[in-house]
């Protein structure tokens, strides 16, 4: 086990929240949208079910790596969380991450939230993807895709080195039956590299 990041107990950091333009919920992720407004490599990843951190080095052909930019307790407070947060129990954790290649290209950001008394138990290696831990432990999961959005963030725009607006999402991982943690994730337009135009 790595050196754990260390948890903020008095941060009042906020997370990168897409400012939306539009958003879509369980209905868009069954149906798909049309490929006008998302084209279907990039629906491939943003409403499948496998793992993100596995696709990207799939897609690049580098490992995925992760940059823990944040760890801080926000209670049960709602933290400005898509709703599915109230079925994740408190008191809760805030992860905030990049997802990049190991030669340093950002390809993602993610925050996340789980119940405080359990992160350590699910996260042993705070400095590896989720999918990476929980595979560790052979947890059995299911995602659980909840919505998805598209729009703007400053602070994605320079750290993406890209314009908005951006596709995200959020899910739930279910683990024996319970919500284990929600997670938002916004994805960085480089990826057209590999995947096309967003749009056709």
């Known amino acids: 086990m790595t050196a754990a990041t260390p948890i903020n107990l008095t941060s009042q950091t ?6 939306v333009r539009w958003e879509g919920g369980e209905q868009a992720v069954r ?4 490929h006008a407004q998302l084209a279907p490599a990039w629906q491939i990843l943003l409403l ?7 696709h990207l080095k799939l897609l690049t052909g580098e490992r995925t790596e992760v940059d823990v930019i944040d760890m801080s307790l926000v209670g ?6 898509p709703s599915p947060i109230q079925m994740v129990p408190g008191p809760r954790l805030r992860r905030q991450v990049w997802l990049r290649t190991a030669s340093g290209q ?9 119940e405080a008394s359990h992160i350590d138990e699910y996260l042993q290696n705070r400095q590896a993807p989720i999918w990476d831990n929980l595979s560790q432990i052979h947890a059995e ?13 400053a602070v994605l725009e320079e750290a993406f ?4 607006p951006f596709w995200g999402r959020h899910y739930l991982f279910w683990h024996n039956g319970q919500p284990l943690t929600l997670i ?11 995947l096309g135009e967003m749009s056709v």
Do not use: C, M
């Open 14 to 19: 906020t997370w990168n929240a897409l400012d």
């Open 31 to 34: 149906d798909g949208l049309p």
């Open 48 to 54: 499948g079910d496998g793992s993100p951190t596995r």
């Open 76 to 81: 049960d407070d709602r933290d400005g969380a």
């Open 106 to 114: 950002r390809l993602a950001y993610a925050a996340s939230w789980w």
């Open 141 to 153: 999961l299911y995602r659980d895709i909840r919505g998805v959005r598209h729009g703007s963030n």
């Open 161 to 164: 080195q890209h314009s908005g």
């Open 184 to 194: 938002y994730e916004v994805f960085s337009p480089y990826l057209s590299k590999y």
